[in-house]
């Protein structure tokens, strides 16, 4: 079988080589549509051996996408954007599951590398390539529409997803989303969209997380709440419909609404948070994680929900919440951060000193991690072990927080640690 990268790119000049690297050894093909760059984004990718096209802007990235697959001729096809890369241990996974025939479409985990929220996500981006798949919504382009009309069609095939980080992503990084001005691009897609599917509740679960996100509270809970209606009533007749003992086409659709009700309730626990409702916010990321969706997927509602706790003052749940989270991945280092910041608030600074030092290994670059793990070192008497984490903590945050490294300076010179 082969496979096919397909890409729509603007401007990407320095991102794209990164991207193009990491799957040139494992793709048969590379299709890049250019919508429009004015820096060397084209030459770059024919650098690489890819086949661009050329497509003018539209504001719909599903209408680019679809351009995109017209070009595609392998078998399968795999879809990446610019600031996107193929993580290498996924790829013997690939190279078997693209040989099975029951599969129609295969789910790939993301990793929001640097993300403040999320750190995971699921992404229908590798797919047969098939006639009547394709992307449909104008931001977020999927194919799960497509692909679950296809199946009441051609109910052989099967959808399938890979386990651990299949694709690493940068963009949702601060610097990223400043730079490409994301947040507008996105919400002028979405906005448009929404004035002609006004309760569609994967859109109001985007939208309205883009705008919780960038301070429009109000205004995303509005939407938040929509789109909760509208899953929460479909899925109740769902289950009288199961009740009654039929079966009929909304089944399909029934196993996708659990990530998109995942998403609504845990950004409106972000959003009540915000407005200082810890009961409301609360309430809702214990219903995120009793969905049954991918465990990773749920990281985010756990240590949200133990910040949530720790708060609050109930430590000891606090702790089974990270607890639970760093069971799903014991390679999340904000989890280890957090629950050492739990350790040390119950006392047990030993077992803390030990999470700080894991959050550190896992993110070097992880101020706050050594600037605790220098408050704690200093209540058990290692001096020397608390001055080499606080003057590293101090360092990291000359470039990432002047302000704090100077508080820091200042608080440990009147304490006479510092000359």
């Known amino acids: 079988m082969s496979i096919s990268l397909c890409m729509i790119v603007k401007n990407e000049e320095a991102a794209l080589p990164k991207c193009l690297n990491s799957v040139k050894d494992f793709v048969d093909e590379m299709v890049v549509l250019d919508t429009g760059s004015s820096d060397r984004t084209p030459e770059v990718a024919q650098q690489f051996g890819a086949k661009v096209h050329h497509f003018q802007w539209c504001n719909n990235f599903s209408t680019a996408r679809n351009t995109a697959l017209k070009y595609v001729t392998g078998d399968w096809i795999l879809v990446l954007d610019a600031d996107e890369t193929l993580s290498p241990s996924i790829v013997p996974q690939m190279q078997s599951v693209i040989q099975s025939d029951e599969y129609i479409l295969i789910n790939l985990i993301r990793q929001?590398?640097?993300?403040?929220?999320?750190?995971?996500?699921?992404?229908?981006r590798?797919?047969?390539?098939?006639?009547?798949?394709?992307?449909?919504?104008?931001?977020?382009?999927?194919?799960?529409?497509?692909?679950?009309t296809l199946l009441k069609k051609e109910p052989h095939w099967q959808v399938g997803y890979l386990q651990g980080v299949a694709i690493l992503h940068t963009g949702y990084q601060k610097g990223a989303i400043a730079q490409n001005n994301k947040y507008a691009k996105a919400q002028?897609?979405?906005?448009?969209?929404?004035?002609?599917?006004?309760?569609?509740?994967?859109?109001?679960?985007?939208?309205?997380?883009?705008?919780?996100?960038?301070?429009?509270?109000?205004?995303?809970?509005?939407?938040?709440?929509?789109?909760?209606?509208?899953?929460?009533?479909?899925?109740?007749?769902?289950?009288?419909?199961?009740?009654?003992?039929?079966?009929?086409?909304?089944?399909?659709?029934?196993?996708?609404?659990?990530?998109?009700?995942?998403?609504?309730?845990?950004?409106?626990?972000?959003?009540?948070?915000?407005?200082?409702?810890?009961?409301q916010a609360l309430a809702h990321y214990q219903a995120a994680i009793k969905l049954p969706i991918y465990p990773m997927l749920k990281l985010g509602a756990y240590n949200n929900l133990g910040n949530l706790l720790k708060d609050a003052g109930d430590l000891n749940s606090a702790k089974k919440a990270y607890e639970t989270a760093l069971k799903i991945d014991p390679n999340f280092a904000t989890g280890h951060y957090n629950l050492g910041m739990t350790l040390k608030a119950l006392g047990l600074f030993t077992d803390a000193i030990a999470c700080y030092q894991k959050a550190i290994r896992l993110n070097p670059y992880y101020a706050e991690a050594y600037q605790n793990l220098g408050v704690v070192q200093l209540k058990v008497g290692n001096l020397q072990a608390s001055l080499t984490a606080f003057k590293n903590a101090i360092l990291l945050h000359e470039q990432q927080n002047p302000e704090e490294a100077k508080r820091l300076r200042q608080g440990l010179y009147e304490m006479g640690l510092l000359k």
């Open 112 to 124: 929001e590398v640097g993300a403040a929220q999320s750190p995971y996500s699921l992404v229908s």
């Open 126 to 148: 590798l797919f047969r390539n098939h006639p009547e798949i394709r992307f449909e919504r104008p931001y977020h382009a999927l194919v799960d529409d497509s692909v679950a």
């Open 188 to 279: 002028a897609a979405m906005l448009e969209f929404l004035s002609t599917h006004p309760n569609d509740p994967y859109v109001c679960s985007k939208l309205g997380a883009l705008y919780v996100e960038t301070g429009n509270i109000s205004q995303g809970v509005e939407l938040l709440q929509r789109g909760l209606n509208q899953v929460s009533g479909s899925q109740n007749h769902l289950n009288k419909t199961r009740l009654r003992g039929l079966e009929n086409q909304q089944t399909i659709q029934s196993e996708e609404n659990y990530e998109i009700l995942y998403e609504l309730h845990y950004h409106l626990g972000i959003a009540h948070n915000h407005f200082k409702k810890p009961q």
